[in-house]
């Protein structure tokens, strides 16, 4: 079995970097206790809980169509009964699947990208994927490898995962596919596709993609980790979400099994 969700802490880049930041505080302690950081106490007895604070599109987590897509009758522009598909109603069974890897490594002409801007890759990818493997079908899920997932790093070093595209817009983003990769994902019967990138859609303009898939019935898995340990065909992928009602999405743990190989 090969784990591949991304830790959550306040250290490392775990939300969008436009968004509410992750926090993680001690509400609970097993006694009264002073710290660098503060006192503890042991409000309700002997134990450890924390409180969180997270956005639903924090560390590996994924998209429903209501993320992008407005609720029907709001007559806002793309809406649609896809909208009134919120977290709790996606079928756990759509993140299952027969796993599809794709390699589309950022570091390929990633020195050519405008910053601030993704790579946008066509479904060329894909059809090379299906040249050596086989056709893809409603029962794979496909993953896109970038190796973004490198530079979710604690520290400073991790303002590299989306800070720098995104706030101050001193480098590329991560590769993601254009609307025609979508259209082939969906005219193959793919139910889910995921990314180790941070989003889906290009740092530059992610609605375009977003819209497409969302709005017809796909679910989007981002921020993805150590796909590297899987080989491009024959893992089986399992997403297993919080179940957040009426949520955009939800933070989840992303595994994968892999007959004949080993454990990470």
């Known amino acids: 079995m090969h784990d591949l969700s991304l830790p959550l802490s306040e250290e490392l880049p775990a939300h969008w970097a436009t968004h509410m930041p992750f926090q993680a505080k001690i509400y609970n302690w097993f006694d009264r206790e002073e710290t660098r ?52 109603h996606v079928p756990v069974r759509q993140f299952m699947g027969k796993a599809a890897v794709i390699d589309v490594p950022y570091r390929r002409g990633f020195d050519e990208v405008p910053v601030g801007e993704s790579y946008e890759f066509g479904p060329d990818v894909v059809a090379g994927w299906e040249a050596e493997n086989g056709t893809l079908t409603s029962d794979h899920i496909v993953l896109f490898r970038t190796g973004w997932d490198e530079k979710y790093q604690a520290g400073h070093a991790g303002s590299a995962y989306t800070h720098d595209v995104l706030v101050t817009k001193t480098a590329p983003g991560w590769p993601a596919p254009d609307t025609d990769c979508i259209s082939l994902l969906l005219s193959r019967g793919i139910g889910c596709a ?31 980790g150590n796909l590297g340990s899987l080989p491009v065909d024959g893992a089986y992928f399992v997403f297993l979400p919080i179940k957040v009602d009426g949520g955009s999405g939800a933070p989840g743990r992303a595994i994968a099994f892999v007959p004949g190989f080993g454990t990470d």
């Open 37 to 88: 950081d503060g006192h503890l106490f042991s409000r309700c007895g002997p134990y450890y809980t924390r409180w969180l604070l997270l956005d639903e599109h924090t560390g590996t987590h994924f998209d429903a169509p209501s993320h992008f897509v407005p609720p029907p009758g709001s007559d806002l522009p793309h809406s649609g009964s896809p909208g009134a598909v919120t977290a709790s």
């Open 194 to 224: 995921g990314t180790d990138g941070a989003s889906m859609g290009s740092a530059h303009n992610g609605q375009p993609v977003h819209v497409l898939g969302l709005s017809s019935g796909m679910v989007f898995i981002e921020a993805l």
